[in-house]
């Protein structure tokens, strides 16, 4: 998995607030409003630690304290474990934690101890970047869009689409990937030489920039994007009046939370 770096969080406080009122402005939800109405769960004063992991790569700076941003900034009761790893799980549990935050380079969790529901950072990532778009209210009416990344968070982005029931066109550089997508899902392929469309709603998660190309964007188009690097280029920001929904880490982190809510 592509990991984050501290400069990838340099401007994540200030990115997850932006992301909040262009959310509020896109969809007439805020951020966790719109995450109470997709999960149907509310926060009850859980207390959620955030255990920094040492596997793997190690640790990330400021990723920890970027999860207790989040947690804090969204009105919730949350503390980073003193200790690494396994203590740091002791130390959560035996400090009334009832929630845990913990990743490695696999997998980024959330899990309940109350209820037992657990939380992946890439499924979580994915419907909450997808649900930003088919709520968008300019284009309620619109149900085509372009899914670029069938990847871990791309692949869920697209079944929230289609449980949303939105026309749904993918496009990925692994044209295998694209063929198993196209056979287990009623997709359409976005081939731009074959058959060049534009959209009003673009969701990507590659980890490449500039994976968005101009035929496909329309004036006002809406890019919603975990992907990182960014994949659309200012110039095409510029050009086209493009609305981007894009952060590094709180938004899905946010989704994970309301997925494990009672
Ligand atoms: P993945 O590796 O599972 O999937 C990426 C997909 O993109 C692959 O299918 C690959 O073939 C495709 N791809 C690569 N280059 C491409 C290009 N130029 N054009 C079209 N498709 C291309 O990765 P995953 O786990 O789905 O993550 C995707 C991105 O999202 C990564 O950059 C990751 O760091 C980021 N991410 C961001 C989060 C956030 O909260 N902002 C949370 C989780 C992941
Ligand atoms: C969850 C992020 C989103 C994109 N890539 C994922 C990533 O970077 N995963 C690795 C996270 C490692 C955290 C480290 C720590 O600081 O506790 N183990
Ligand atoms: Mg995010």
Do not use: W
């Not at 400021?62 to 207790?68: D, G, I, N, R, V």
């Not at 449980?163 to 359409?188: A, C, G, H, M, W």
């Not at 969701?203 to 659309?232: M, Y």
């Amino acid at each position: 998995m592509a990991l984050l770096t501290p400069e990838d969080l340099a401007n994540m406080t200030n990115a997850l607030v932006e992301n909040d009122r262009l959310i509020t402005e896109l969809t007439d939800y805020s951020l966790d409003g719109l995450c109470r109405k997709i999960y149907g769960t509310v926060p009850r004063n859980e207390k959620i630690a955030i255990i920094p992991v040492t596997a793997g790569n190690g640790i990330i700076g400021s990723f920890s304290e970027s999860l207790l941003f989040t947690v804090q900034h969204f009105g919730m009761d949350g503390f980073i474990t003193e200790n690494t790893d396994v203590a740091g799980y002791y130390e959560a549990v035996t400090n009334g934690a009832d929630i845990i935050l913990m990743a490695d380079d696999l997998a980024y969790i959330a899990h309940n101890l109350r209820n037992g529901k657990i939380a992946h950072n890439q499924i979580c990532t994915g419907r909450i970047y997808a649900e930003i778009l088919c709520h968008a209210k300019d284009y309620a009416d619109d149900k085509d869009v372009l899914v670029i990344g069938l990847g871990k968070v791309g692949t869920p982005a697209l079944e929230t689409f289609l449980n949303e029931k939105q026309n749904v066109y993918v496009f990925d550089v692994d044209s295998k990937r694209v063929d198993e997508i196209l056979t287990d899902y009623p997709v359409f392929k976005y081939d731009p030489a074959k058959e060049p469309k534009s959209f009003f709603k673009i969701f990507e998660a590659t980890p490449c920039a500039d994976t968005i190309c101009e035929s496909a964007l329309k004036e006002n188009s809406i890019v919603s994007t975990p992907g990182i690097p960014l994949g659309i280029s200012d110039e095409l920001i510029e050009k086209y009046k493009v609305r981007v929904v894009s952060e590094p880490l709180g938004i899905g982190t946010l989704s994970m939370l309301y997925d494990v809510f009672d």
